[in-house]
T-cell receptor
């Protein structure tokens, strides 16, 4: 089944404890991205990647890191999480540049930072 | 960047009613999608529709790119249609329309 998977789905952590949210797609998509969703603010893009080893900042990159060492994986790293990073996170992928193609979203990761 | 506005922000319907959701955007686009976010938070692709009209069962969508708007039609609504509907233009999301369908 073609899909985008994220792990973990739910995570409660404490301020300053490094964490990684994994994202993987099995559709051989080139383009991947991360979003966060907050009440009243909608979905905002954090980082995106056009291909392996190519990443760029979205609208809200502060406090996050990403890497794209393999085509299928695009982990989101919070090196020192803070309470304002409590949010619902989505990973997405598409076969080409997002300007030209449909994006598919993972199931979401609900993160709480205490 | 592109501005995306959705209306109405909230919509309450009785089961069986029809509805139209609107998405206005500020610039010409190559990519427009409609999503449904269900009560469990999952984002479900409804339509990829940068222009033209598409239909899928009770749902259809029309994008008039030259006039910078898109419409999502839901006919014979069901309680399972409840949730938030998002329009995303070149992956910039609108604020959504929260639909509640009452039995």
């Amino acid at each position: 089944e073609a899909q985008v998977t994220q792990n973990p789905r739910y995570l409660i952590t404490v301020t300053g404890k490094k964490l990684t949210v994994t994202c993987s797609q099995n559709m051989n998509h080139e383009y991947m991205s991360w979003y966060r969703q907050d009440p009243g603010l909608g979905l905002r893009q954090i980082y995106y990647s056009m291909n392996v080893e190519v990443t760029d900042k979205g609208d809200v990159p502060e406090g996050y890191k990403v890497s794209r060492k393999e085509k299928r994986n695009f982990p989101l790293i919070l090196e020192s999480p803070s309470p304002n990073q409590t949010s619902l996170y989505f990973c997405a992928s598409s076969s080409r540049d997002y300007f030209d193609d449909e994006q598919f979203f993972g199931p979401g990761t609900r993160l709480t930072v205490l | 960047g592109i501005q995306v506005e959705q209306s109405p922000p909230d919509l309450i319907l009785q089961e069986g009613a029809n509805s139209t959701l609107r998405c206005n955007f500020s610039d010409s686009v190559n990519n427009l999608q409609w999503f449904h976010q269900n009560p469990w938070g999952q984002l479900i692709n409804l339509f990829y529709i940068p222009s033209g009209t598409k239909q899928n069962g009770r749902l259809s969508a029309t994008t008039v790119a030259t006039e910078r708007y898109s419409l999502l039609y839901i006919s014979s609504s069901q309680t399972t249609d409840s949730g938030v509907y998002f329009c995303a233009v070149e992956m910039r999301f609108g604020a959504g329309t929260r639909l509640t369908v009452k039995p």
